[in-house]
């Protein structure tokens, strides 16, 4: 791939804006991301009339507001390796939640490309991309600004806002009083709740919570946009505003609807720039946007060669492309093992659940510690709920999902629970957006379909992108496969697949029994599977059978905690945790080996052995 010296590519940039414009020479335009974090279209400018964001209000005056954009993941790490790379992060393998990975040489974070066309490139200051790359910015830190840049230098720099993050809701009053400074608070009982909330003051305490905390984001935002002002820099400095991914409220956070993955995106271009980008001021654009399409968006704007390896479109300028889908997924957080995929459209959104088996709302350590989970968590108890709110604490997931956001844009209403009285356009789309998921999770090399222990062993000194090309190793279309069995109810097919010489094959075909444990006859196959080689498959086998009504062979789960490596760790953990009512005769073994655990992560925020501990924790309490 061919790339131009820094000297000659800005003096190349520079023809070419004068080549756009008569008697006038344009520099090379300066580039600042403001991102905040977990918040949904919570503004003034989507029509939230509880929002108070008069700053970003006035930016989408003077900008372009994008009516469908979305985060890839529901979570932050995911979502930014995605965002920098321009590679769905369920292909580099960083789609669990604080994993590390080893991402293939071949593969940049996209401002090292910028780098080498003469920006500076700072970020302030969080990564959080599963993997470490020293080469992707000039600076990387609290510190980091455009105003370090050398003289004369176009910048690129991305400046992250923390105080919309879930945990910034937590806490007593005072400490949240502490936490926003002085402000004008937010009216409780004018906060909107979502239906899938019962509303009462305490829940309307936290939701305007969250907005107050928008609020004073909003007026960090003004204060990037004035600094910029200042300096003389806002009449080329292109300016984008979005979020990492939906808000942190729960069944938000973590899950594959647009509660998780739909955020804000504002673009203001000076007006000399405005036809680089084809924006109008105060325009709106309706067309589907991932975070896998801002990096190929961002190279075409700069006239940089984009490389074949990216997997997302452009969405500016004379090389945009309108989509038809948006692609999402949702795999481990901490201890909750997830393996959701979405497609959306305009109109629909389809939601494929790989673990179907376990509820919609997972026990989880760090989101239950919040005051907002446990009102609800009270709730749930206590209150008599209405369908919307019964939906949110599903035992179980449907294998699939549909809803159609235009009458229902909460997505509580699940069009696929009833196939059969689907209208004929209906059906349609399903069996349309069932083949998307489908060709998207083969094209892409979905690796969130691997178990996370076996996508690391197969890497090894290599890449999990590299690892899973291999179809020997993982075999995508025969994983479809047992998904479709699963959703078809086919014992018998799921029972070949329980056979099969890839031990992949035969982990999903155990999972797929555990959502049909209450049909099992014949249980033979998956005793034998107690015996596996492979540990990740003696798990679910024995969840399989634990949830048939024998937990006798939970041992062998036991056995994998005490002995195995901390991914395996994990995932035998949490296993036991959801079965810990069941399986008295282990809970002693369970508490000592959590008593090691906690003096081994001790002063850690993350790790496997760390998420293990939360499980156990979870489990004892």
């Known amino acids: 791939m061919k790339f131009f010296h820094n000297t000659y590519f800005v003096f190349s940039l520079i023809l070419f804006f004068a080549c756009k414009q008569t008697e006038t020479t344009l520099p090379p335009p300066n580039i600042v991301w403001i991102t905040a974090e977990d918040i949904s279209p919570m503004l003034g400018c989507y029509g939230d009339t509880y929002a108070q964001t008069p700053n970003i209000d006035q930016l989408a005056n003077e900008g372009v507001r994008f009516l469908h954009a979305f985060s890839n993941a529901p979570v932050c790490s995911p979502a930014r390796a995605t965002l920098v790379t321009g590679v769905y992060a369920s292909t580099l393998g960083s789609q669990h939640l604080r994993s590390q990975i080893k991402k293939p040489d071949f593969i940049e974070g996209f401002p090292k490309y910028l780098r080498e066309a003469g920006y500076y490139c700072t970020n302030n200051d969080k990564e959080d991309y599963n993997f470490i790359d020293s080469t992707i910015w000039n600076e990387s830190s609290k510190k980091a600004h455009w105003k370090n840049r050398p003289e004369g230098k176009p910048f690129f720099s991305v400046f992250n806002l923390g105080i919309t993050h879930q945990s910034q809701i937590f806490g007593d009053e005072a400490t949240f009083l502490n936490r926003i400074g002085n402000i004008e608070r937010q009216n409780p009982a004018d906060a909107p709740v979502p239906p899938y909330f019962f509303d009462t003051p305490e829940i309307r305490k936290y939701v305007a919570r969250y907005y107050d905390n928008i609020k004073v984001m909003d007026q960090q935002v003004g204060d990037i946009l004035k600094e910029l002002d200042e300096a003389g820099l806002s009449e080329n400095t292109i300016v984008f505003f979005f979020s990492d991914h939906g808000t942190g409220m729960p069944r938000s956070k973590r899950t594959a609807y647009d509660s998780g993955l739909q955020v804000p995106l504002i673009i203001k271009a000076p007006p000399q720039y405005e036809g680089l980008l084809d924006i109008q001021p105060g325009s709106i654009d309706d067309n589907l946007v991932g975070f896998v399409d801002f990096a190929p968006t961002m190279l075409s704007l700069l006239d940089i060669d984009i490389p074949t390896y990216m997997q997302g479109e452009v969405f500016l300028g004379k090389n945009k492309v309108q989509k038809e889908f948006a692609f999402g997924f949702s795999d481990r957080v901490d201890e909750a093992f997830e393996t959701a995929r979405s497609v959306r459209t305009k109109d629909y959104v389809y939601v494929r659940n790989y673990l179907p088996q376990y509820p919609l709302i997972q026990d989880n350590f760090y989101t239950d510690q ?252």
């Open 370 to 621: 919040s005051e907002i989970m446990q009102v609800l968590r009270k709730g749930k108890e206590e209150l008599d709920l209405s369908p919307a709110q019964q939906a949110m604490w599903i035992p179980r997931r449907y294998i699939e999902e549909l809803y159609d956001v235009q009458q229902d844009p909460f997505q509580v209403n699940n069009l696929a629970a009833n196939p059969e009285d689907l209208a004929a356009s209906q059906k349609k789309v399903l069996e349309s957006l069932r083949t998307a998921h489908k060709d998207w999770m083969l094209k892409t090399h979905d690796s969130g379909l691997m178990p996370e222990s076996a996508m690391h062993q197969y890497a090894g000194d290599s890449s999990i992108v590299q690892a899973l090309q291999n179809p020997d190793i993982f075999p995508v279309e025969t994983i479809w496969q047992v998904s479709e069995a699963n959703r078809l109810a086919d014992l018998d097919q799921l029972n070949e697949f329980l056979r099969h010489e890839n031990e992949v094959v035969r982990y999903w075909a155990a999972n797929a029994f555990a959502y049909h444990a209450d049909k099992i006859i014949d249980t033979q196959q998956l005793i034998k599977l107690l015996q596996d080689n492979i540990p990740y498959v003696r798990i679910a086998a024995a969840e399989a059978l634990c949830l048939t009504g024998d937990c006798t062979h939970m041992e062998v789960v036991m056995d994998i905690l005490e002995n195995e490596t901390p991914i395996l760790q994990l995932m035998a953990a949490r296993a036991l945790e959801l079965n810990f009512d069941k399986i008295p005769t282990l809970h002693q073994r369970i508490k000592k080996v959590n008593e090691v655990l906690t003096k081994q992560v001790e002063g850690r925020w993350y790790g496997y052995d760390l998420y293990a501990n939360w499980a156990l924790n979870e489990a004892l309490k």
